[in-house]
């Protein structure tokens, strides 16, 4: 038989109106706002299996909720110390990549009266953690090119390297099952394959798409 668990009654009236307004905001993150809902619904008289259905989880995970909120109180709508997944990027590496997106491309090059580019200021090169990128003749070509400026995506997230994401996406556009006589042909087929992902562009998203609700078959919901 299921196990019947019940919010902790509102210690104050402040308790209780931050628990509400949680609940009903509008920019909380989802997570706080679910959990706040479950002890919103529990104090309405619902019971697990029926906030569970409201808000499509786990009757146990609703009951897991509303016993910490009982121990814990309003730290129980928080996650944890060290819960989920662990972050890729230090504070320092997120700020320095955000404050390097924000400023203007350093070294863009600029065009003479004549025609030719001539590159100014500081080039920032950003590459991958691959071990050709790290190796000595690399090292010491930027030792003899001091206006050029090697970063390193952070270990484990490549994708971070949009250049990944591109040549995936022109690999199976373009390459993907055929076969070619010289490097004309290669040139035509990568001219061809972007031709055709540019015609159905979108902007682009950062980060994992949402996941799709799933739609259920059959709701069971067992009264006591």
């Known amino acids: 038989m299921p196990k019947l668990c019940h919010a902790r009654a509102p210690t104050d009236p402040i308790e209780a109106a931050q628990i509400r307004n949680l609940a009903q905001s509008h920019h909380a993150p989802y997570d706080c706002k679910q959990r706040a809902q479950m002890i919103a619904l529990s104090w309405e008289g619902l019971r697990t299996g029926e906030i569970a259905c409201h808000l499509r989880c786990h009757p146990q995970t609703v009951r897991e909720r509303l016993e910490r909120f009982r121990t814990e109180g309003l730290d129980a709508l928080t996650n944890r110390p060290g819960a989920g997944r662990e972050a890729r990027l230090t504070e ?12 203007t491309p350093p070294g863009r090059p600029v065009r003479q009266a004549d025609g030719q580019l001539a590159a100014g200021g500081k080039l920032t090169l ?3 953690n691959l071990s050709s990128h790290k190796s000595r003749p690399i090292q010491a070509w930027l030792a003899k ?3 050029v400026q090697q970063l390193f995506i952070p270990v484990k997230a490549a994708w971070l390297n949009l250049m990944e994401l591109w040549w995936r996406l022109l690999r199976r556009e373009a390459f993907a099952g ?5 490097t004309d042909e290669v040139s035509h087929a990568a001219a061809d394959g972007t031709r055709r992902l540019n015609a159905r562009a979108k902007p682009w998203v950062w980060g994992r798409p949402a996941r799709t609700p799933r739609k259920r078959r059959r709701t069971f919901v067992y009264r006591l």
Do not use: N, T
């Not at 055929?178 to 010289?182: E, G, M, N, T």
């Open 92 to 103: 320092r590496e997120r700020s320095q990549f955000i404050g390097l997106v924000v400023q």
């Open 126 to 128: 950003i590459s991958d």
């Open 145 to 147: 090119h001091p206006r």
């Open 178 to 182: 055929q076969s070619f006589a010289d």
